[in-house]
């Protein structure tokens, strides 16, 4: 089992090796190399995960490693999907390395035996947390591209065209990456809120309580509601878009993580 | 053995008065090439003959006849006198005439180094050579190593990337920015030469539609005819800005014609599309702060001419490594040149035919479980095989010596052996 682990793990630094080593020297079968890998990576990563489901009997999100290894599964997945539908290759140089480093993380961590109770079987559960899991993983990448898409704006408006410039894509492309990403991100997220509410009414008979992980979701996905609504009514786009989806990432690192450090919860549990 | 040679004249050696006298057309070429292998002094022939060069190659049975040929056939065009031709004429032999060969194929030896031409330029020229029955074994090998490696150094290095022309480098601009420009509005303003070169690179990128806007309307008509566009009245530019996404201005005036005041609000009503100002004018047209509001660029004469310096100079960092490709080609091809040569071919043919026989009689040797004097044996009975077999091939190679197509032979008994490589 461990095995599989650290030969994803393996795979997806060599992924990460091969989009830096394309990002500086620019040979052109580089990134079909790093992609190779990391379609690898994401296999065995796969297999990890659903040998694990099946052994446990539930979701393997059970403590904080378990969801680490999830998280970073959903960033690859949703760096795959980029890639085919963008072309985005550079942004390898963010995807792989930050999947590497969750699940080097993750895997660092002690995996203590979650009690398996009956929460964790529920289907809508499993709904809630895939896409849950999936729609941050959007909001990742978006982050990525809107760094990005920063660097090559500033390369053009400052006018150095000599480096960053020859080797990142188009505005247009950046920006356009950047809009899916948070329109895919704020779907799934979107669903991922409704079947958590509907769980939760069957669970403990209340749709909404107030917990601070339910509370600081609805503040992620108002704000990326606002960021959607702003470039489909007034046209936000480039530089603020960018700047927006950024900042949004913040945002969802701290409900992901820092809401269940600071407070107790019913999503405590998973991150134990 | 063959002497290749290569004499001529380029744009570093000759003014454009002399190359525009010497230029061969395509049928004069090949009338050229027909007389020129009827000379017993030489064997093969090829010419080319572009803008910025003229230049004869040939492989030589005689160096100093077919010299004495090709400064002729230079000369008697158009009755230049000698000593002008003499001036700006230069001579390549061997190695040298094959390297000069490969670095002009891989445009190193371009006025605008890197520019994609000049392969093409050759290639014709190539086929007027065949076409004219001037080219055999030793250029039909040379030409094709020069495709090669003029390949390979356009596909290794970077000499011919990113643009070495202002109006390209606006181009490149506009693709980092729009990444298609397909369906963008180009919105020129004024006129000049830089200026339509510029638009006339950007209606190759399937632009959707230029827009003239110029002082005097008749003379904006007549470019807009010209670049099937449509022409505006001065006083109609506001208008035109939001529906225009590259605007080229290059106009006379003496002060801005468009502030930042101005384009504030344009890019409101455009909803942020991006505008990309291409401003070739001095004095500029264009305010510098508009480069400042969100989603509008501002490029200027200035910082175009910066970039298109520094891809010159890369593209000339990058030349040094096409040198490097070039100089192991040269080699390569000097060692085919010399395995041309009847006593190397026989003793390859040897060593393939020893080799062979000493890997079956291992085998053979160890299923049999031969003794060791069994062994020995029978590598002499193969030796003294191969000798009998090689004799009439030795005698065939060896008695052609003297004749015109022993290259030929040689060169066909390597390829029917694959002896090279």
Known sequence: ?272 | MVDIVLIGINHKTAPVELRECLAFAAEEAEEALRRLVGDPAVREALLYSTCNRVELLMAAENRDGALAAGRGLLAARNRLSPELLEGSLYIHENDDAVRHLFRVASSLDSLVVGEPQILGQIKEAYRQALRAKSSGVILNRLMHRAFFVAKRVRTETGIGGHAVSVSYAAVELGRKIFGDLAGKRVLLIGAGEMAELAVEHLLRQKVAEILVANRTYEHGLELARRFQGRALRFEDLPAALTEADIILSSTGAPGFILTRDQIRPVLRHRRNRPLFFIDIAVPRDIDPEINRLENAYVYDIDDLQGVVEENRQDRMKEAVKGERLIDEAVVRFRQWREGLEVVPTIVALHRKLEAIGEQELRRTAQSRRWAEGDVEAARRMLAAFINKVLHEPTVFLKRQGHRTDQTVSVDFVRKLFHLDE
């Open chain 1, 1 to 272: 089992m461990e095995e599989i682990l650290i030969a994803a793990i393996f795979l997806y630094l060599l992924s990460a090796a091969a989009y830096l080593v394309y990002f500086l020297l620019q040979r052109p079968l580089l990134p079909r190399a790093g992609l190779a890998a990391l379609i690898g990576a994401f296999l065995l990563h796969t297999a990890y995960l659903a040998a694990a489901g099946i052994r446990l009997g539930h979701f393997p999100a059970a403590n904080l490693r378990e969801t680490l290894f999830c998280a970073a599964w959903a960033v690859a997945g949703a760096f795959l999907y980029v890639q085919g539908r963008y072309g985005v290759k550079v942004l390898g140089l963010y995807a792989a390395p930050l999947v590497a480093g969750v699940l080097i993380a993750g895997a660092l961590l002690p995996g203590p035996p979650a009690q398996t109770t009956a929460l964790f079987q529920s289907l809508w559960l499993m709904a809630h947390v895939t896409a849950v899991f999936l729609g941050e993983a959007a909001f990742a990448l978006a982050c990525g591209v809107g760094v990005l898409y920063l660097l090559q704006e500033k390369a053009i408006k400052t006018k150095k065209t000599r480096y960053v410039f020859r080797r990142l894509p188009s505005l247009e492309l950046l920006d356009n990456a950047g809009y899916g990403c948070i329109v895919v991100g704020f779907a799934l997220m979107t669903l991922g809120l409704i079947t958590g509410l509907v769980y939760a009414r069957a669970v403990w008979g209340r749709f909404w309580t107030w917990d601070p992980k339910e509370v600081w979701s609805g503040v992620c996905w108002l704000y990326y509601a606002a960021l959607l609504h702003g470039r489909l009514r007034s046209g936000w786009r480039g530089r603020r878009s960018a700047w927006f989806a950024i900042a949004g990432f913040g945002i969802l690192l701290f409900t992901f993580l820092g809401v269940n450090l600071l407070w107790e919860g019913h999503h405590r549990a998973f991150t134990r």
